[in-house]
T-cell receptor, first 110, second 114 residues
Framework: GENVEQHPSTLSVQEGDSAVIKCTYS??????FPWYKQELGKGPQLIID?????GEKKDQRIAVTLNKTAKHFSLHITETQPEDSAVYFC?????????FGAGTRLFVKA | NAGVTQTPKFQVLKTGQSMTLQCAQD?????MYWYRQDPGMGLRLIYY???????DKGEVPNGYNVSRLNKREFSLRLESAAPSQTSVYFC?????????????FGSGTRLTVV
């Protein structure tokens, strides 16, 4: 069936460095790719999304890139800060067709 | 803006007890969802409501029932709780049930069944 693979499962970076999380998907018909951030004890929060007709989207320190040919998309966080420490989930599809990746736990060391 | 509000935040049940998890959204979204989150299993869809008056099963519906009370409210009921239902439950909403519709999640209900 359709699935989304997310790597790495854990990522530790020094404050100020960049972090990259990558997801691959199997359904070539996917056309919506959201990213969620989940802080400890809270629900996931949509932080950025991209549609299939766009190759890259930026919002301040975060950006998402999409390669539809290779069926992968990535989250890039620049100038990381301690408050970026959280679990990040990629997903494909929207509404009830959303398929989540397994999550990446990001640690930003001060 | 409150967004998506879930109650209660924590609950402990004995096996066989019943309870209802409440969820309300104030964003005028059409679609609402219930997920459970377990270590190593990620987020799994229990039930969803594409619009007021409709409900459909998700990936893991057994042992649960739902009610879309009105456009704002979507409740999840456990009729006879089992230890396997120990989990963190999240309610979410979106403008539509298909296409480029991301979720707004509530803060979760941590349920323990003993």
């Amino acid at each position: 069936g359709e699935n989304v693979e997310q790597h790495p499962s854990t990522l530790s970076v020094q404050e100020g460095d960049s972090a990259v999380i990558k997801c691959t998907y199997s359904d070539s018909a996917s056309n919506y790719f959201p990213w969620y951030k989940q802080e400890l004890g809270k629900g996931p929060q949509l932080i950025i999304d991209i549609r299939s007709n766009v190759g890259e989207k930026k919002d301040q320190r975060i950006a998402v890139t999409l390669n539809k040919t290779a069926k992968h998309f990535s989250l890039h966080i620049t100038e990381t800060q301690p408050e970026d420490s959280a679990v990040y989930f990629c997903a494909t599809g929207g509404g009830f067709k959303t398929i989540f990746g397994a999550g990446t736990r990001l640690f930003v060391k001060a | 803006n409150a967004g998506v509000t879930q109650t209660p935040k924590f609950q402990v049940l004995k096996t066989g007890q019943s309870m209802t998890l409440q969820c309300a959204q104030d964003m005028n979204h059409n679609s609402m969802y219930w997920y459970r989150q377990d270590p190593g299993m990620g987020l799994r869809l229990i039930y969803y409501s594409a619009s007021e008056g409709t409900t459909d099963k998700g990936e893991v519906p057994n042992g649960y029932n739902v009610s879309r009370l009105n456009k704002r409210e979507f409740s999840l009921r456990l009729e006879s709780a089992a230890p396997s239902q120990t989990s963190v439950y999240f309610c979410a909403s979106s403008e539509g049930s298909l296409g480029a519709n991301g979720y707004t999640f509530g803060s979760g209900t941590r349920l323990t069944v003993v």
